[in-house]
């Protein structure tokens, strides 16, 4: 028997019997207290799984406890229910059976325990008729219940599953359309979900995204387990589903103003790197060189020090424009958005680099189908299409022309513009968290600045779009942005 200090806590405070579970099943031990709730002495009763299932549990929750037992023994998955146990006088008391974790203390246990809590009744108060009680949790959790059958080869839903999936009462859900009743990209997780469960009896419990009758995806929280018969084998699996649609949409708006708010704060890092920095590093040279002169006398080395002031202020002027354009972005970003053909402002970059696409031999495919337009603030998109097409001229790859595509597409309800490109390419392992920053460039090419990247990302984030990069260096580059 177990003996600590809270264990025995639990079981007095409680007044609950258990199951201490061993690994050989014939040495399991029902405790005195569990005998007593029910009537028996030890000596009356078998204390194994097979002689509980066949003369102690009610019919009705036969097959559940089973299943929930044995993914306990075998995959220590923890799970609470009621069961109905027969008493010696003939008639059924009401139990909560929980497992170690499922108690409101931790007993600090290493050995498996299914504890039964006794659920007192009132007065002639019957336990089986509970279907109302059960429709009343499903409706209100939105929680559906399903079974799938392998020997019978059939699936089950209850009411609320169809309810949910928006099928009428008298549908019958088949397997070969299992897999219509996931959203597309979720049929892969279904699939493996499923087989993993069905071949080893791994439980599972995940997010996914399912399809009603009427085309609507949505999220919910689907949890599954295997079924097992008599000679533990498993022949089915058992499981629920809720409709968590509009908390995982709040989930996801959430993360993505996190991630909006992570990315500002990196922009303001830049800012504040550049302010500090570069502009401290141009105003100490100019301060240097100023004393420089005062002290020297010959006029060639002062004439010299004044082309080097020169050249430390037009970095510094530099500098102040790029500063002005990062401001610039999050100043204009409220400013009227107008509805814009793809076309039209692809049009007007290439029209305005005309000589750069044609000295550097670039061709430019474009497939604008699946969106041809979008309200936007026409400068941005223009700058956008504008810096990912220099870019990928700039950083061509010596050995073949440029080749660069762009297109645009609607994906779950979100829109997309795609610019791919055949150039050099990036080495994602050594920059990948750097592509967007200031002043960050990676070919070494003489006129890099390391500025177009780091305004593009600024102009999509202000309107509350995200930017990607996809690349392999000497195979190219792919830009995905999601308006």
């Known amino acids: 028997m177990l003996q600590n200090e809270l264990f025995n806590n639990v079981i007095r405070d409680f007044n609950a019997g258990y199951w201490e579970l061993h690994t050989n099943p014939d040495t399991e031990i029902w405790s005195l207290k569990f005998y007593e709730q029910i009537g028996f002495s030890s000596k009356d009763l078998k204390a194994t799984l097979a002689y509980f299932l066949e003369h102690l549990i009610h019919k009705d929750d036969i097959e559940v406890f089973r299943d929930n037992f044995l993914n306990y023994r075998k995959n220590t998955i923890h799970f609470k229910q009621h069961i109905k146990i027969l008493t010696k006088s003939g008639t059924y008391k009401l139990f909560r059976c929980a497992t170690n974790n499922e108690l409101p203390v931790n007993i600090k246990s290493e050995t498996k325990l299914v ?71 979720s049929r892969q997780q279904a ?46 699996i058992r499981g629920v589903f809720q409709d968590i649609d509009e908390i995982k949409k709040k989930e996801i708006r959430l993360q993505r103003s996190m991630d909006i708010i992570t990315s500002q704060n990196s922009r303001l890092f830049n800012f504040a790197h550049i302010v500090s920095h570069n502009l401290r590093s141009h105003t100490s040279n100019l301060s240097l060189l100023v004393q420089l002169i005062e002290d020297i006398d010959n006029p060639e080395e002062k004439i010299e020090l004044v082309n080097e002031v020169k050249q430390i ?17 999050h100043t204009n970003k409220d400013q009227e958005r107008k509805k814009i053909r793809f076309q039209d402002s692809l049009d007007l970059v290439t029209s305005g680099i005309g000589q750069m696409i044609a000295y550097s031999k670039t061709t430019i495919k474009s497939d604008f189908t699946k969106l041809e337009e979008i309200d936007y603030i026409p400068a941005y998109l223009e700058s956008i299409l504008l810096n990912l097409i220099t870019n990928a001229i700039k950083y061509k790859h010596t050995d073949r022309d440029p080749v660069i595509h762009i297109k645009t597409y609607i994906k779950d309800n979100h829109k997309y513009l795609e610019v791919i490109d055949n150039g050099k390419g990036i080495d994602m392992k050594l920059f990948k968290d750097k592509v967007f920053g200031m002043y960050k460039t990676f070919h070494y090419n003489k006129d890099a600045v390391g500025i177009g990247l780091f305004l593009t990302k600024n102009q999509v984030e202000s309107l509350n779009g995200t930017i990607a990069v996809e690349s392999e260096v000497d195979a190219g580059t792919k830009f995905i942005i999601e308006f």
């Open 313 to 329: 202020s037009y970095s510094l002027n530099t500098t102040i424009e790029h500063l002005n354009e990062i401001v610039a972005i």
């Open 115 to 185: 504890f039964f809590f006794e659920i007192k009744l009132e007065p002639n108060q019957d336990i089986t008729k509970d279907n109302f009680y059960y429709k009343e949790t499903a409706q209100m959790t939105a929680t559906g219940s399903w079974y799938v059958d392998f020997q019978e080869k059939k699936s089950f839903w209850d009411f609320e599953t169809r309810r949910i999936l928006e099928y009428p009462d008298d549908y019958l859900p088949s397997l070969k359309d299992s897999a219509n009743y996931y959203a597309a990209d």
């Open 191 to 236: 699939a493996d979900l499923f087989f993993n469960c069905a071949m080893v009896g791994t439980p599972f419990n995940t997010e996914i995204k399912m399809v009603t009758a009427n085309q609507r995806i949505f999220w919910v929280r689907a949890i599954g387990k295997p079924v097992y018969n008599e000679n533990k084998e498993i022949i089915g």
